[in-house]
């Protein structure tokens, strides 16, 4: 089975940890990719945001959330009340996988299987022992799905507060959509309006 498990060392610091995924080959999407998206924030950030998987332009700079749905982000998490400085923001998984019809043609985005989900996980692990955070915001369908197992749907849960055992730990989580897809949506001012609602409740939480 593909797996990141012989890559995570099992102490150190997030740089550590960064440095160390920067040579992840524990699954296949590291050889189309231009490099590892590791998470970044503060160590003892008191809310982990965890989206799906970087997109074209996280890929380029090598940072999560960097592009429009980041842009999206900040702009809602600013509205929430959720403080940046508070906050250290990762994907389920930590390569851009991507579908191109030709070399300089636009790269799509392709959904993660849960394969890749579970081969990253030991990296989303150890991000979450370092970090401890109080709260953990599960940005749409990937990323629940990565955390909270494969029947998770997002209709069902966005916007309450969840208590369960993650990687053998207690955690609090409050899902909500994805802000790529308050891009994609028909009334986008609708669904921006339902993410800064979610948002909200995880300020709430963290009081
Ligand atoms: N979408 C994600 O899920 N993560 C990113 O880092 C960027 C876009």
């Given at each position: 089975?593909?797996?990141?498990?012989?890559?995570?060392?099992?102490?150190?610091?997030?740089?550590?940890?960064?440095?160390?995924?920067?040579?992840?080959?524990?699954?296949?999407?590291?050889?189309p990719a231009t490099q590892t998206v590791f998470g970044t924030g503060n160590t003892h950030a008191r809310v982990?945001?965890?989206?799906?998987?970087?997109?074209?332009?996280?890929?380029?700079?090598g940072k999560?959330?960097?592009?429009?749905?980041?842009?999206?982000?900040?702009?809602a998490l600013a509205e929430a009340g959720v403080d940046p400085a508070d906050t250290y923001v990762t994907?389920?998984?930590?390569?851009?996988k991507f579908t191109q019809a030709e070399p300089r043609k636009r790269r799509i985005h392709k959904s993660p299987s849960l394969r890749e989900m579970t081969?990253?996980?030991?990296?989303?692990?150890?991000?979450l022992a370092l970090v401890e955070p109080e709260l953990i915001v599960v940005?749409?369908?990937?990323?629940?799905?990565?955390?909270?197992?494969?029947?998770?749907?997002?209709?069902?849960?966005?916007?309450?507060?969840?208590?369960e055992e993650i990687h053998g730990r207690p955690?609090?989580?409050?899902?909500?959509?994805?802000?790529?897809?308050v891009l994609r949506a028909d009334d986008r001012e609708q669904a921006y309006q339902g993410l800064v609602a979610d948002l909200k409740v995880a300020a709430r939480a963290l009081g």
């Open positions: 089975a593909y797996t990141a498990k012989p890559f995570v060392p099992d102490h150190g610091t997030l740089d550590d940890l960064r440095r160390a995924a920067a040579g992840c080959r524990g699954c296949p999407l590291h050889r982990m945001l965890v989206g799906e998987q970087p997109g074209d332009q996280e890929d380029r700079q999560p959330f960097v592009g429009p749905a980041g842009k999206l982000l900040d702009r994907n389920a998984v930590k390569h851009f081969a990253c996980g030991p990296w989303l692990a150890a991000e940005l749409g369908a990937t990323a629940g799905k990565a955390l909270l197992g494969s029947s998770f749907r997002v209709g069902q849960v966005r916007g309450t507060v969840l208590e955690e609090r989580l409050v899902p909500t959509v994805h802000p790529s897809s």
